[in-house]
């Protein structure tokens, strides 16, 4: 079983819109969706997904580090795919700072926009329920979640769960 792993950015601006790729590889099976910046994880940055979403920020959007603000590990996500690999998607959240200027790349076409104004069909099932929680749940607190991708009756659907040290937890 192969284990893949990618790193993605939820990144807001001052209008709480958030940014979004629109591939455009004619090889990519992403063409045409609406993404979060990110991508696969490279074999150096295994254990350090920080590092890796900063690389794919920067490669997709121009954007250095030094213009984000507060971007941290808001989402671990699992799926498994055709019973041969399981995806491991760890997910930041953060903000652009206001006046910066995004840099295009090869990979896609970069827009502002609230989730609400996407048609389901240009995002992926797993950046949509990744969404659905960020807006009802994940926005208001600073904790950590972890999620299974599942079918529930055919739809697809993330169990979450709060992922937290429970040894720094005092009864």
Not at 17 to 37: A, G, R, T, V
Not at 91 to 106: K, R, T, Y
């Amino acid at each position: 079983m192969k284990l893949r792993q990618m790193a993605v950015a939820l990144l807001f601006n001052s209008k709480e819109e958030m940014l979004f790729i629109q591939k455009k590889k004619k090889d990519s099976l992403f063409k045409d969706l609406f993404l979060p910046i990110g991508g696969h994880m490279e074999y150096g940055e295994m254990n350090d997904p920080h590092k890796a979403c900063l690389r794919e920020i920067e490669e997709e959007t121009g954007l250095k580090e030094d213009v984000l603000n507060e971007l941290r590990l808001k989402y671990i996500v699992l799926r498994m795919k055709a019973l041969q690999e399981v995806r491991m998607q760890y997910v930041f959240v953060g903000n652009v700072l206001p006046g910066v200027d995004l840099q295009e790349s090869e990979e896609g076409s970069l827009f502002w926009c609230t989730p609400k104004s996407l048609p389901d069909h240009v995002i992926t099932a797993t950046t949509k329920e990744i969404i659905y929680h960020y807006q009802h749940l994940g926005a208001h607190d600073e904790s950590t979640y972890c999620g299974s991708m599942k079918s529930n009756n055919g739809e697809p659907e993330i169990s979450w769960s709060l992922l937290e040290d429970w040894e720094a937890i005092e009864v």
